[in-house]
């Protein structure tokens, strides 16, 4: 009788420690850290409708300074930063210079059609039609550059001076 009891007893205490260890807690549900980091760097809202590996990666290039004809973190011009990001977020290589990407690399679209990821073009010096510089289009008319005062930044299309300057939209074809 008393091996019974005891048998009893520990399998007793073994069901009561099994069932105490099986309590359910709801984990709260949170943004992960690093959407939070790449909101913050990039001082906007990146939320999960958005790509999130395009908005990681252009935080990484973020305050990069400029450097005519550069392609590194060291250094980087406008179309070096968008060839590079969308080597490493797409896959893609596209030409070197910014006319380039959108006469041989791109479909033109209108401003309203623009979705992330998509390029954004621009003619800044005397030659109105002659495009030299490119962006990587965001979202809310906000798109990331690599400027000749400030480096990589990100700027809005309703400035005065991008919506002077502006000269299309492209999206990027899909390589056969």
């Given at each position: 009788?008393?091996?019974?009891?005891?048998?009893?007893?520990?399998?007793?205490?073994?069901?009561?420690?099994?069932l105490?260890?099986?309590?359910?807690?709801?984990?709260?549900?949170?943004?992960?850290?690093?959407?939070?980091?790449v909101?913050?760097?990039?001082?906007?809202?990146?939320?999960?409708?958005?790509?999130?590996?395009?908005?990681?990666?252009?935080?990484?290039?973020?305050?990069?300074?400029?450097?005519y004809?550069?392609?590194?973190?060291?250094?980087?011009?406008?179309?070096?930063?968008?060839?590079?990001?969308?080597?490493?977020?797409?896959?893609?290589?596209?030409?070197?210079?910014?006319?380039?990407?959108?006469?041989?690399?791109?479909?033109?679209?209108?401003?309203?059609?623009?979705?992330?990821?998509?390029?954004?073009?621009?003619a800044?010096?005397?030659n109105?039609k002659?495009i030299?510089?490119?962006?990587?289009y965001?979202?809310?008319?906000?798109?990331?550059?690599?400027?000749?005062?400030?480096g990589?930044i990100?700027?809005?299309?309703?400035?005065?001076?991008?919506?002077?300057?502006?000269?299309?939209?492209?999206?990027?074809?899909?390589?056969?």
């Amino acid at each position: 009788m008393v091996i019974k009891s005891r048998y009893v007893k520990s399998i007793c205490f073994f069901f009561l420690v099994l069932l105490s260890s099986c309590h359910v807690t709801k984990v709260p549900q949170t943004v992960p850290a690093s959407v939070k980091s790449v909101s913050c760097a990039l001082g906007i809202h990146v939320s999960n409708k958005d790509y999130f590996p395009l908005y990681l990666e252009i935080s990484s290039w973020i305050g990069v300074p400029y450097k005519y004809g550069g392609i590194t973190r060291k250094g980087v011009d406008c179309s070096g930063l968008v060839l590079n990001v969308y080597r490493e977020v797409y896959g893609v290589v596209l030409s070197r210079s910014s006319e380039q990407m959108m006469q041989q690399d791109c479909r033109e679209l209108s401003r309203q059609q623009l979705r992330g990821g998509d390029l954004v073009f621009f003619a800044t010096t005397k030659n109105k039609k002659k495009i030299n510089h490119v962006g990587i289009y965001l979202k809310d008319n906000l798109f990331v550059h690599s400027t000749t005062s400030r480096g990589v930044i990100l700027s809005s299309l309703d400035e005065n001076y991008y919506r002077k300057t502006w000269v299309g939209a492209g999206r990027v074809k899909r390589k056969k």
